[in-house]
Nanobody, 117 residues
Framework: QVQLVESGGGLVQPGGSLRLSCAASGSIGSFNVMGWYRQAPGQQRDLVATISSSGRTNYADSVKGRFTISRDNSKNTMYLQMNSLKPEDTDVYYC???????????WGQGTQVTVSS
């Protein structure tokens, strides 16, 4: 049973930085894609960034140049470094895992990010 646990959310002022972490436990598979999504109340869940097990990354246009996704495969942990945060980045951020071979997925419980002065 795969478990994803996010951490690192909180309150930050506009222009500030936060680093989110997602620790995966269990069998995540050798070929997978991990990612961050975000969702506001009543809104759809949107892609922020993804990173494959080989290190290939993909970003939403709204975060390019400000956010950096990375992963440490030895620790089964993914990170999202968020710089130059804006109020519109305020959302619940969710960690996601998709295992390619089994075509299965898992979501974390989410972590709140609030950007406000």
């Amino acid at each position: 049973q795969v478990q994803l646990v996010e951490s690192g959310g909180g309150l930050v002022q506009p222009g500030g930085s936060l680093r989110l972490s997602c620790a995966a436990s269990g069998s995540i598979g050798s070929f997978n894609v991990m990612g961050w999504y975000r969702q506001a109340p009543g809104q759809q869940r949107d892609l922020v960034a993804t990173i494959s097990s080989s290190g290939r990354t993909n970003y939403a246009d709204s975060v390019k140049g400000r956010f950096t996704i990375s992963r440490d495969n030895s620790k089964n942990t993914m990170y999202l470094q968020m710089n130059s945060l804006k109020p519109e980045d305020t959302d619940v951020y969710y960690c996601h895992l998709r295992r390619i071979v089994t075509d299965t997925e898992k979501w974390g419980q989410g972590t709140q990010v609030t950007v406000s002065s």
